[in-house]
């Protein structure tokens, strides 16, 4: 099952404070165990759900802060739709080992659920037991759920859930499998569980995910927009092209912004993977004309996050450290979902999550 019933006292860790540690994975331990003596880091005395809401300018979430089931995330309840690297697997089990704790939670969204969304609702109704801002500009707030009628209603409402999909946090959810199987010879245990936050799909908030590439293949621009001409209507902009839709791309080359419209009639609709924004600038754009094929290798090609702006592509682009820049449509949470239901992988870079969620506010302990 995706969610097991609430933690027992000490799984989940508490802080009134956000910062950022800045600690290397040696000195982790020492430090957690001192913030808990200095009063930084509580726990709580009872099991309890924890309402988390972030707040970012005009965007508001509201998530359930939990432990999900390791079990649930091997047998494929809990999705997944991005590959992970050993490397960043490895980095994060040593730093889980290290404190016997994870400090970091994995953002969950889940299908429509009208009971549990007005559960998170009502319990959010008071004020809040911690409020905090994080230097970024996010407001984190925690609600505490321990009355034992309520946490059996949210518990019942999150056991029906058909399933979870991760959005963020594919490395820290393998990493504590890996701890789970390791530790398992002496029994289950907290080790079986995972941090999480769970929000409701239609509240997450993606930005696009958007690419530079550092030459044109050996071609000029002018011979660049002559060769996208047969696919694409390509129209000069005067200003950054945002696309509002997946069949648009933005394209800065030579110091102008171009959109490029593919036909509707192109987009494989029945294909979860081949339908996303970036499938469609790679079978149309990057492999043909520019020959990257390879995207999570190619050194020819990075990514860029939409928090960063559309700004930031021109300014690679001008500073002549890239030669073009192409935006996208942002990857949709019902696409993202599609494509783990399929139990396939997304190309890589190609969901950017904001707000994030912060480390150590909440903490899970491997007692």
């Keep these: 099952m995706p969610m097991k019933n609430p933690p027992h006292p000490g799984d989940l860790i508490k802080t009134e404070v956000i910062e950022a540690l800045g600690l290397s994975i040696s000195k982790a331990a020492e430090n957690l165990n ?16 924890y309402i988390y809401p972030l707040i ?10 939990a432990i999900a089931s390791v079990a649930a995330y ?3 309840r809990i999705r997944k739709h991005e590959l992970t690297t050993p490397v960043k697997e490895d980095d994060r089990v040593r730093q889980i080992e290290a404190v016997n704790a994870q400090t ?6 889940y299908p429509p659920a009208p009971v549990l969304d007005d559960l998170l609702q009502r319990a959010a109704a008071v004020p809040p037991d911690v409020d905090a801002w994080a230097d970024d500009g996010v407001r984190h707030q925690l609600w505490v759920v321990a009355e034992p009628a309520a946490v059996e209603a949210i518990t019942r409402a999150a056991e029906a859930l058909p399933a979870l ?23 289950g245990g907290s080790h079986d569980y995972f941090l999480a936050v769970l929000f409701p799909h239609h509240a997450l908030h993606i930005l696009d995910y958007n690419r530079v590439v550092r030459d044109l293949n050996g071609r000029s621009p002018e011979s660049l927009l002559e060769a996208l001409r047969p696919t694409f209507t390509v129209e000069p902009f005067d200003r950054p092209v945002r696309p509002a839709a997946a069949n648009e791309i933005g394209l800065y080359v030579a110091a102008r912004w171009h ?10 609709r029945n294909d979860p993977i ?9 079978r149309h754009i990057l492999e043909p004309l520019f020959g990257i094929k390879d995207q999570r290798n190619d050194k020819r090609i990075d990514f860029v996050g939409g928090g960063r702006g559309l700004a930031e592509l021109a300014r690679r682009v001008d500073a002549g450290e890239m030669a073009a820049a192409f935006s996208l449509y942002p990857t949709q949470m019902a696409d993202l979902m599609a494509v783990a239901d399929a139990g396939l992988i997304m190309p890589p870079k190609s969901t950017w999550f904001e707000p994030k969620l912060a480390d150590g506010l909440l903490s899970h302990v491997l007692d």
């Design 34 to 49: 001192r913030m808990v003596s200095e009063g930084l880091l509580i726990r709580d005395e009872r099991p309890a759900y």
């Design 56 to 65: 970012a300018h005009s965007h508001a979430q509201t998530g359930l802060a």
């Design 74 to 76: 091997d047998a494929g």
């Design 104 to 109: 970091g939670p994995v953002m969950l969204a």
């Design 165 to 187: 999909y991760i959005c963020d946090g594919h490395h820290r959810s393998a990493a504590a499998a890996r701890v789970a199987r390791a530790r398992n010879g002496a029994g």
């Design 259 to 268: 959109r490029l419209t593919l036909p509707p009639g192109l987009i494989p």
């Design 274 to 282: 081949g339908r996303l924004p970036i499938s469609l600038l790679a």
